[in-house]
């Protein structure tokens, strides 16, 4: 497969992946319109900077694509760029899911004692990450590029967010008596699960992107089993935290 083909078929990807995460977006925010919850809000906006840094990947992967095709010059590397964007945002995303489960679990033992503190931690630490993609970013223009290293901090912090967010919701998903709440914690560690291969998956893609004995010009397998984990973790997500009436009245009926 050549590089045009490779490109093309990932700006389609990412085109779905972006029809998706943004439906979710949208049924998020009505779910919060309709609750008006603090925990309501800080996930809609979590999946809000997850939607963003999906927009600027697609977007710039349009322009890397025309640029494959020889409809725009090669002064700006376009995968760079967006690649870099992409995973600021998705940084933040990171935080506002530790805030979501701090507020969410607020009676835990470890958040009443902490307060706040653990999602200020978690959100220095993801401060760094946009600090090193700014810095990457500056330093390389007009042709920054998007190391292994970056990726694989990326993927520490995307595990402790996510980690956080399933371990914390395994004892309600015991505790629950109703299959249609049972279901909705399942679905939410579901989706926790494949948001971490998400990122696992870009890592893997990145690494092996290198090895031009494996694969040559990136663009790997990994890379699309990213998107489908990507979507995968969206409709969980969706089922979960949203859990619409035709699904819940379902489970009613077993």
């Not at 977006?25 to 309709?34: D, G, H, T």
């Not at 967010?161 to 914690?185: D, R």
């Not at 560690?189 to 696992?200: A, D, E, R």
Request: charged share 10%.
């Amino acid at each position: 497969m050549d590089q045009a083909t490779k490109l093309l078929l990932a700006v389609g990807t990412e085109g779905v992946v972006l029809v998706v995460v943004s439906f979710v977006v949208l049924m998020l925010y009505i779910r919060y319109a309709q609750r008006k919850k603090s925990a309501a809000l800080s996930l809609a906006v979590a999946f809000t900077f997850y939607n963003i840094a999906i927009i600027c990947l697609f977007i710039f992967r349009i322009l890397t694509y025309l640029q494959e095709i020889g409809r725009l010059g090669p002064t700006y590397d376009y995968s760079g760029i967006g690649i870099n964007l992409g995973y600021a945002f998705s940084a933040l995303s990171n935080v506002f899911i530790m805030i979501f489960v701090a507020i969410v679990f607020a009676q835990s033992p470890i958040f009443r004692r902490t307060g706040m503190l653990i999602p200020l931690i978690v959100g220095a630490l993801n401060g760094i990450t946009i600090g090193l993609l700014i810095g990457a970013t500056i330093n390389g223009w007009p042709t920054p590029s998007y190391d292994l290293g970056p990726t694989i901090y990326h993927l520490f912090l995307t595990i402790i967010s996510f980690t956080s967010l399933i371990v914390f919701t395994v004892q309600p998903h015991k505790s629950a008596i109703l299959q249609w709440e049972k279901a909705g914690f399942q679905f939410i560690i579901t989706s926790g699960v494949f948001g971490i291969l998400v990122y696992l998956f870009f890592a893997m893609d990145v690494f092996l992107g290198d090895i031009v004995l494996i694969w040559s010009g990136g663009y790997t397998p990994f890379f699309f089993f990213a998107y489908v984990c990507a979507i995968i973790m969206c409709l969980f997500a969706y089922l979960g935290y949203v859990m619409p009436n035709f699904i819940r009245n379902w489970f009613k009926g077993r």
